[in-house]
């Protein structure tokens, strides 16, 4: 195949050297509410992959970057710990003919970690792109949880805005008894 960024051939769909140039990570934690959010990217530098969501080749770049990233730094996290821990990705809904959350998530291989699939779906698929943070109040996504409860988990997301949605994920899984460890996304979009 050949690589998104510059064209030439490649063995996956980001090749070596636009991996290492451009793929770089800057981890960065914020606070939303009560939750902790580790994002492993600046969204705008890496903006020009994040766009391809629902184009032919989205469903190769979110499986490369969540093979390459989230997986290992989920992996990393839960080996220093005994207990075991849920993975659940939010709103693994089917778009474009994949679930970009899923592949996030999929990639995970720790023994301790339990990765569920479209436990946490939303009932409202408003699209919040380029909305405002009174928009996204007030059309919440109404999440519905169906997996265990009162485990502890790791919530996955791609991209962090303004932190509605994660917060709106994290209050449904509390009526669950489940407790978010901290959240993970590809991309923190906050300029
Ligand atoms: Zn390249």
Redesign the pocket.
């Given at each position: 195949m050949r690589?998104?960024?510059?064209?030439?051939l490649?063995f996956s769909i980001?090749?070596q050297?636009?991996?290492k140039r451009l793929l770089v990570p800057t981890v960065t934690k914020r606070k939303v509410g009560t939750l902790e959010v580790v994002s492993l990217f600046k969204y705008k530098n890496i903006e020009t992959f994040l766009l391809t969501k629902h184009t032919p080749v989205g469903f190769r770049i979110y499986k490369y970057l969540g093979k390459k990233f989230v997986a290992p730094f989920v992996d990393n996290f839960i080996q220093n710990i005994e207990e075991e821990i849920s993975v659940v990705a939010i709103d693994e809904k089917v778009n474009s003919g994949y679930s970009h959350t899923a592949l996030l998530s999929h990639f995970v291989t720790d023994n301790n970690a339990l990765v569920s699939h479209a436990k946490l779906l939303a009932k409202n698929s408003v699209n919040y792109a380029g909305k405002s943070l009174s928009f996204r109040l007030e059309n919440p996504r109404n999440f519905s949880y169906t997996g265990k409860p009162n485990i502890q988990v790791i919530l996955i997301d791609d991209i962090i805005t303004t932190g509605v949605t994660l917060q709106e994920a994290q209050m449904e899984l509390m009526r669950h008894g489940v407790e978010v460890i901290f959240a993970l996304t590809l991309a923190d979009a906050r300029e």
């Open positions: 690589c998104l960024s510059c064209h030439k490649s980001i090749c050297s636009c991996d």
